[in-house]
């Protein structure tokens, strides 16, 4: 479990700064549940990951040590958006991931916050940090 949960660390944080959908939908199984934001029906991640990255131009991603239960594990993120307009958003949520057998995801779902106009870093408390990445164009926390 340890290993599915860093695989899916990495990936998202190295897929999401490089805006890789395709490294993004390797860490789900076929047919994987993913609701990302209260409210919004379930899609196939990769489609999700499209989807979120089609108006964001670099990204700088933190996520913490997971919290680990069996097959269940809670993934703290947070994250500096830079849109195609300029435009920051500060962005901090929970990931709550059920792995399947191969160790694959087969259910995500996210509960998250944002603040557009500003590009705060995490606290020093927020941690720790198992993965931080930025997409290549962007300087020292964008």
């Not at 949960?5 to 047919?31: F, K, M, N, P, Q």
């Amino acid at each position: 479990m340890r290993e599915a949960v860093e695989r899916w660390i990495d990936g998202w944080a190295r897929g999401w700064a490089t805006h890789d959908v395709e490294l993004i939908g390797s860490l789900y199984a076929e047919g994987a549940v993913h609701v990302s934001a209260f409210f919004r029906e379930p899609q196939p991640p990769a489609h999700y990951a499209a989807w979120a990255f089609s108006d964001e131009r670099e990204a700088e991603v933190w996520f913490a040590e997971p919290v680990l239960e069996g097959d269940r594990a809670a993934v703290a993120w947070w994250a500096i958006s830079r849109g195609a307009d300029g435009r920051a958003t500060t962005l901090a949520g929970v990931s709550t991931i059920r792995f399947g057998s191969e160790g694959l995801v087969v259910e995500q779902r996210d509960y998250w916050n944002a603040v557009e106009g500003t590009a705060a870093v995490p606290s020093g408390d927020w941690g720790p940090v198992a993965a931080h990445e930025q997409s290549a164009a962007a300087g020292p926390s964008l």
